[in-house]
């Protein structure tokens, strides 16, 4: 029994008219009628009632009808699934995501990735630092990151996205709080909240206070910048973050720009060894306008 003999009987059986039938798959009624017949005898039993106004079906007709829609349906589906994943378009990506790009970012990616990716299930992990998002993508754990670049593997490639300059969040409270733009070096007596300082913008952060004149007093360390932004909330010291206002709120705190910030960068890394049409697809999405 070929998916050519389901297809024919079916447009018989829903049609309950060879001419009709014939019409609609675009094939003549004397080669139509004569699979009909092949397909009856293959399988020993009568499908069909014919008179000369329309077509009846038999028992067995209408449990091959019943049956034969349900599979050429999951046939049409696999077809359409097997298309989006040869384009691409369909199956899991693992993404880890630094906390900054979490907030303002990926929004705009995940809703990227809905529309033109219908078939792709994303496993994301966020609020991870550059490093450990290397380790995941050199062993294999995820196949995609955006993090913030320096990346230190030969094994990874890097496209970048953007640069992003460091803010100021200072508690609501904090007499720096009322000025439009504050200097670095006016920070120099303040207690810091702080990125790691292994990761990519802890690094910068204590390279621009150097180049400020001090050494920033670092009171708490935090790999998430929401939870470094809950530390500053709570009163415990100012921070530097690459989250842009309009994007965080907390209650609490102020993001302030500052004069001559220092500048971080943003990109999306996968394993040379992994250019997947998945792979490909999803970072084509990092093209399209407005994605921040």
Do not use: C
Request: glycine share 6%; hydrophobic share 45%.
């Amino acid at each position: 029994m070929e998916l050519r003999h389901l297809r024919y009987f079916v447009a018989v059986a829903e049609e309950r008219h060879f001419s009709r039938a014939a019409a609609r798959l675009h094939v003549a009624q004397p080669p139509l009628s004569q699979q009909i017949k092949q397909l009856e005898e293959e399988l020993g039993t009568r499908l069909l009632e014919r008179t000369t106004r329309r077509v009846d079906l038999t028992p067995a007709g209408e449990l091959l009808l019943e049956r034969a829609q349900a599979l050429l349906a999951d046939v049409e589906q696999l077809e359409h699934d097997v298309r989006l994943v040869g384009d691409g378009a369909a199956g899991v990506l693992r993404v880890g995501v630094v906390g900054s790009a979490t907030y303002r970012m990926m929004p705009r990616i995940v809703s990227a990735a809905r529309e033109q990716m219908p078939g792709l299930k994303m496993h994301v992990t966020a609020e991870k630092l550059t490093p450990q998002l290397t380790r995941e993508l050199v062993e294999n754990h995820i196949d995609l990151a955006i993090l913030r670049p320096p990346v230190r593997s030969d094994d990874i490639e890097l496209r970048h996205l953007e640069k992003d300059e460091l803010l100021v969040a200072l508690h609501s409270s904090h007499p720096l709080a009322a000025r439009d733009t504050i200097d670095l070096a006016n920070l120099a007596d303040q207690p810091f909240v702080s990125f790691p300082q292994e990761s990519a913008v802890g690094t910068i952060a204590v390279e621009a206070a150097h180049q400020a004149g001090f050494r920033p007093r670092v009171v708490q360390e935090a790999t998430e910048t929401s939870t470094l932004l809950s530390f500053v909330a709570s009163g415990m010291g100012v921070a530097l973050v690459p989250v842009t206002r309009g994007t965080f709120a907390l209650e609490g705190v102020e993001l302030r720009p500052l004069t001559q910030a220092p500048v971080v960068d943003l990109a999306i890394a996968w394993r040379k060894d992994n250019r997947s049409a998945l792979i490909e697809r999803f970072i084509s999405l990092f093209d399209l306008k407005d994605h921040g």
